[in-house]
């Protein structure tokens, strides 16, 4: 759940936890190095999705930040306990579109709530929608230790002294669950040249209109670089604009938290390639942060690293033990307490 934060605050999109996008992975099937494997995690409780929302995955392949492939996922009214699913692909032009457009590849396909991933074949694809453990991992206490919360709702205001680790070594995420869409594909369909930039939206409609309100690309830059007052603009906003629109907002915060330079800032975003927000990722190479995303990536240690201009120290968590080396790859849901 990197991107789950909304400040200290901690509020989903329109106060709606399933239309909260929590993280974006890339990486090369362990089974098979010629196939890439995307994940989009949403819902944090782990529940039905929202069924007038639009959940994308979208891939732009020659470096110019629009869409040149979008997976959109939309999802049915839940009834007695039960959801479906369907999927279309889009391209070209067609993947620029708001609406869930292009090829329909699966339609109402089962929601997968219980132990047994539901997992739908269609032509090269294979996909999967539904509750699975949640492999991101996190010391929240020792986040919270970081940074003044008294009466401030974000993550600008940096109050570590350097004296005391802040970390209180334990996960705060062992047992949780989340909403997980999985796509798996033979990497040449993606036609990275060398790479692609992958990014997540949810869309909603309200009131006959379609609402961007929440987006994924790098691990914890939107939680960590917004504030209240930025996030639902930031959420609505296009990775075609961010390095415009985003860069002084950054530079600024940078300067607060690792006592950076405005030159300094600018040198380390664009060698970080955290503008756009997008993750970036060359299937010709391993897939380990900040070339896609793999389950033991700590992003965390990452995220304060960047900010803190290296002075945070680890925080010695441990990926968790629970993944799969098949699909979907997100290990067995955990047992909902209640």
């Given at each position: 759940m990197s991107n789950h934060f909304t400040g200290l605050s901690l509020g989903p999109p329109l106060g709606d936890q399933r239309l909260d996008l929590c993280d974006l992975y890339a990486f090369q099937s362990p089974k098979d190095p010629e196939r890439t494997v995307l994940i989009l995690n949403a819902n944090p409780q782990a529940d039905a999705l929202h069924p007038d929302a639009i959940y994308r995955l979208a891939i732009d392949n020659n470096n110019d930040l629009l869409n040149d492939i979008a997976f959109s996922f939309v999802f049915s009214t839940p009834q007695n306990g039960k959801q479906t699913f369907d999927v279309f692909v889009a391209k070209g032009d067609e993947s620029r579109s708001v609406e869930a457009s292009g090829t329909k590849v699966v339609s109402d396909a089962e929601v997968s709530f219980g132990p047994t991933p539901n997992i739908v074949k269609s032509g090269n694809y294979t996909f999967f929608a539904g509750a699975r453990s949640d492999a991101f991992f996190f010391d929240y206490d020792g986040i919270k230790n970081?940074?003044?919360?008294?009466?401030?709702?974000?993550?600008?205001?940096?109050?570590?002294?350097?004296?005391?680790?802040?970390?209180?070594?334990?996960?705060?995420?062992?047992?949780?669950?989340?909403?997980?869409?999985?796509?798996?594909?033979?990497?040449?369909?993606?036609?990275?040249?060398?790479?692609?930039?992958?990014?997540?939206?949810?869309?909603?409609?309200?009131?006959?209109?379609?609402?961007?309100?929440?987006?994924?690309?790098?691990?914890?830059?939107?939680?960590?670089?917004?504030?209240?007052?930025?996030?639902?603009?930031?959420?609505?906003?296009?990775?075609?604009?961010?390095?415009?629109?985003?860069?002084?907002?950054?530079?600024?915060?940078?300067?607060?938290?690792?006592?950076?330079?405005?030159?300094?800032?600018?040198?380390?975003?664009?060698?970080?390639?955290?503008?756009?927000?997008?993750?970036?990722?060359?299937?010709?190479?391993?897939?380990?942060?900040?070339?896609?995303?793999?389950?033991?990536?700590?992003?965390?240690?990452?995220?304060?690293?960047?900010?803190?201009?290296?002075?945070?120290?680890?925080?010695?968590?441990?990926?968790?033990?629970?993944?799969?080396?098949?699909?979907?790859?997100?290990g067995t849901p955990h047992a909902i307490k209640g």
């Open positions: 970081l940074y003044d919360t008294s009466g401030k709702k974000n993550f600008t205001s940096m109050h570590w002294d350097g004296a005391k680790s802040p970390w209180s070594g334990v996960d705060s995420n062992t047992t949780a669950n989340v909403f997980s869409m999985v796509i798996e594909l033979p990497t040449s369909e993606l036609e990275a040249n060398p790479i692609i930039r992958i990014w997540g939206r949810c869309s909603v409609r309200k009131d006959g209109q379609l609402l961007h309100v929440d987006r994924a690309g790098h691990p914890s830059v939107s939680s960590f670089f917004n504030t209240d007052d930025t996030k639902e603009e930031y959420n609505a906003s296009e990775p075609v604009n961010d390095y415009k629109r985003w860069l002084e907002l950054f530079i600024h915060l940078m300067g607060h938290t690792g006592d950076y330079t405005r030159e300094e800032s600018i040198a380390a975003i664009n060698e970080s390639g955290i503008l756009p927000d997008m993750l970036s990722f060359d299937p010709s190479k391993p897939a380990a942060y900040p070339n896609g995303r793999v389950f033991t990536d700590d992003v965390i240690n990452a995220r304060l690293s960047f900010l803190s201009k290296g002075e945070i120290p680890p925080d010695g968590l441990s990926p968790h033990t629970d993944t799969l080396s098949e699909f979907p790859y997100l």
